[in-house]
């Protein structure tokens, strides 16, 4: 009988990018180099495009007159700027959209070349995640599914109690609950 081949999502997901990960202040990051790289390892066709936006171009010289349209990677708004990165593997695509933000996680009304292209790499790499690479990070785990750790059995936590003798209630108590979560 022929085996099913695996999802995109199914191989993407099983990879642990812990190693490429860190933390900046509460927020853990995968470097956009290191996702795009374990990509390719199983995916070497993989495709991304980075969207391009009409934006209007103002002559500042003549007191802002407007001059046109011109295209850029980034979409300005009232509320913020934003790119826009697609990704195709396998034939499917996915598309995510990412607001210009600083180091704090706020958004970057006038942002510099360096802060639209460090948006578009974040994207680039949320975007990846829809596939299943690091979609663990965004739920805020630090481990893929399948290298969750099981729940003890029950020879385990009689095993754990019995090391637990000698020892005041409280700690049974704290012991317990632990071994329960």
């Known amino acids: 009988m022929a085996q ?17 990960t860190e933390k900046k202040g509460r927020f853990t990051y995968l470097s956009w180099s290191d996702a795009i790289t ?4 199983f995916y070497p066709e993989t495709t991304w495009e980075v969207h391009e936006f009409d934006n209007p171009f103002y002559n500042f010289e003549e007191e802002g007159k407007l ?12 509320s913020g700027c934003f790119v ?26 006038n942002p510099k070349a360096t802060d639209i292209n460090n948006s578009i ?20 785990e630090d481990l893929p599914e399948e ?18 003798s000698g020892r005041d209630d409280n700690f ?3 012991l317990n609950k632990a071994i329960k979560e």
């Open 4 to 20: 099913k081949k695996k999802s995109v999502f199914e191989t993407l997901n099983k990879i642990n990018v812990n190693e490429f």
């Open 38 to 41: 374990e990509v390719l390892k």
């Open 67 to 78: 001059e046109g349209w011109v295209r850029q990677p980034y979409m300005k708004t009232q």
């Open 84 to 109: 826009k990165v697609s990704v195709t593997i396998e034939g499917i695509t996915r598309t995510e959209h990412h607001a210009v933000m600083d180091n704090r996680n706020q958004a970057i009304m």
């Open 121 to 140: 790499k974040r994207c680039l790499t949320k975007c990846l995640s829809l596939f299943g690479l690091g979609l663990y990070i965004y739920r805020g």
């Open 147 to 164: 290298e969750k750790p099981q729940p003890l059995s029950e020879a385990q936590q009689k095993l754990l109690l019995s090391k637990a």
């Open 172 to 174: 049974k108590n704290l």
